[in-house]
Structures are given as structure tokens and as C-alpha cells.
């Protein structure tokens, strides 16, 4: 697996409690979730509050900026602000509107380093899986709590053209109505990701990422029920 990512646990800066990121599904280990301010001023907080995903009085903290540079497996990557701003958009819209698949911007790196260089800060990425999870890896996740729900994991799932999909109807925040759809998840899959978030506002988010440069997003919010 190229990316071992352990759960989305971190506090955000200052303590405060990562209010956009919770709403937006990415949690505190997120830029979005952590918040960060400059003068008074939010930081690269744009793409967030014109999704309409930002709130709780965090700050929303975006994309990294134009020209610098990160690691990227053995040496550093020059990244540029459109893309990154692009793939950071498509992943918020992506869990505000869940089942749906967003396109990422076309990127040399693939789309699960993107979305990682996006998205998360360095010393907390999420929880990466490829393919079908183990029986019980999700249920050993981290959920939160009700005091704290936003400690719950973020989960970036990788799937690929070959995975089997399942057939389901989406309800709830973020859906209009109902959207039957397929998902590239197993029956097995479904019943433990409905068991780790049964308990709200606990729960786990999960980010589908794949076939090829799409993102879906399926917050805990979300019912999800297996069509026969």
C-alpha cells in the first residue's frame, strides 16, 4: 500500500474544535478541519465558504500555496495553487453531495496523492486502504465521540475499475430525496460502515477515490441501503 496513513485523530490548532472540517467530513487531521488564521484573516479560506461547507466560526483553510514545494515518495514535487485549489473543491463537493462522483484536475501524481497534498497536513494524514478493507478494519477505526464526534476517522478507500460494485439508495444531508447509484463497495463493506456510524454523531467519513481522477464522498450522515 503507498500511503499508510494512521487514523484521523489530531486536535486542530489552539484547541479549538475543527467546526468546517466536521460538517465537511474531512476532520481535524483535514486543513479544512484544522482552520488557520493570519491577521485577523482566514487563510486560503475561499473554496471552502463558497461550497457553503465552512462554519462553526473556524476559519476554513484551503489548498497550499502557489509554488512550494513537498514531499512526494523520493524527492520534492512543485505544486501549483489552481490544481491543488481544483482538487480541493472537488473533495468538499464531493462529500457535500454524497454517491456523486466529482472529477479531480488531471495531475501527474495520481488522484490519491492529490487529494492527500490537498486536503491533509503532513503529521496527520488519514487512513488509506486499496481495495476490499479486512473483515473488521473499519469497525476498529476511531468513531469520536458525542462530546467530540470530529475525532472520528476519515477513511480514503482506493478502488479501481475491476472492484465490484453494489447497488444502493443514499438518503440524507446532501441528497435530494434519494439517489439510487452503485457503489464499489461489498454488502460486507456497507453493513460495517452502517455499524461504526449507527451511533451518532460518531461515525467514520469515507473518501472513494478512483476509478482513474474521481472522488466520491460518504460522510457518516449518510443512509445507505443495499438495493436487492
Known sequence: ????????????????????????????????????????????????????????????????????????????????????????????????????????????????????DAIWETDAPPTVITGEPEPGQLLNLPVGSEQEPELGATVMLIVDGSTATTGVRLSGPGVDGELRTELPLSGRVLAERKQACSDAPCGIDLLLIGPGMTVRGLPRTTTVEELS
Open 1 to 116: 500500500m503507498p500511503y499508510r496513513g494512521r487514523g484521523d485523530h489530531c486536535r486542530c490548532h489552539g484547541g479549538r474544535r475543527a467546526g468546517m472540517g466536521m460538517r465537511a467530513g474531512l476532520g481535524p487531521g483535514s486543513r479544512a478541519g484544522r482552520g488557520a488564521s493570519r491577521g485577523g484573516r482566514s487563510v486560503h479560506g475561499g473554496p471552502a465558504r463558497r461550497a457553503g461547507l465552512a462554519g462553526g466560526g473556524t476559519p476554513a483553510c484551503g489548498p497550499r500555496r502557489a509554488g512550494a514545494h513537498y514531499p512526494d515518495g523520493g524527492g520534492m514535487t512543485p505544486v501549483t495553487e489552481v490544481v491543488l485549489h481544483d482538487a480541493f473543491r472537488a473533495t468538499l463537493h464531493a462529500l457535500a453531495r454524497p454517491g456523486i462522483a466529482h472529477s479531480l484536475p488531471p495531475d501527474a501524481r495520481g488522484a490519491v496523492r492529490l487529494v492527500l
